[in-house]
């Protein structure tokens, strides 16, 4: 019965990989959200996507590439990783018309 | 430029009452939003406040003021559960729905 859910849940890789964290809900929601968690806690925005079409783009770098096959998957893919990457990837979704935003479990990401 | 603070730690004693006090300044205000996160987990929902005035919800209220762009998380009844980061986040705008987060207010209950 997962609302929000993320895989992998860690992720540890090397520099200059290229790797793809994937985020499903099941709650019928429209809009998907990925956010960033630093070291020091700090949650900002990245992406976001209304029934599959990008709405929000928070001039992230262009390494970073999200992808929603649909309403119910948003998918986020990494190339060239570097150290400054390492942090916690959280996914979340609402209805277009909701107040709340759903978070996933986190994608933790290391990279050495 | 958006600017939400929060301070970085509070410590209470279970049983207490802690107010953790949230200032923002954003380019646009269409609602407050507190979250719960402890380490490790998820933030999870806690309450909404969108007009000025307080919204009690159990052991928890949320007041907002928005002339004075402030707002506080009342914690009544402390338990050693509630030791987690709380997080204050400002919806800036009506169109893209996006939240802005404050870095969080660790807060550690003592027995």
């Known amino acids: 019965d997962t609302a929000v859910s993320q895989t992998p849940k860690y992720l540890v890789t090397q520099m200059g990989n290229d790797k793809s964290i994937k985020c499903e809900q099941n709650l019928g929601h429209d809009t998907m959200y990925w956010y960033k968690q630093d070291s020091k806690k700090f949650l900002k925005i990245m992406f976001s996507?209304?029934?599959?079409?990008?709405?929000i783009n928070e001039t992230v770098p262009n390494r970073f590439s999200p992808k929603s096959p649909d309403k119910a998957h948003l998918n986020l893919h990494i190339n060239s990783l570097e150290l400054g990457d390492s942090a916690v990837y959280f996914c979340a979704s609402k209805t277009h018309d909701g107040e709340t935003q759903y978070f996933g479990p986190g994608t933790r990401l290391l990279v050495l | 430029g958006q600017n939400i603070d929060q301070p970085t730690e509070m410590t209470a004693t279970e049983g207490a009452i802690v107010q953790i006090n949230c200032t923002y300044q954003t380019s646009g205000f269409n609602g407050l939003f507190w979250y719960q996160q402890h380490a490790g987990e998820a933030p999870t929902f806690l309450s909404y406040n969108v007009l000025d005035g307080l919204e009690e919800k159990g052991r928890f209220s949320s007041f907002l003021s928005r002339s004075k762009g402030y707002s506080y998380l009342l914690l009544k009844e402390l338990q050693m559960k509630d030791s987690a980061s709380y997080l204050c986040a400002v919806r800036p705008d009506t169109g893209f729905q996006k939240l802005v987060f404050g870095t969080g207010t660790r807060l550690l209950v003592s027995p």
């Open positions: 996507y209304n029934n599959k079409e990008l709405i």
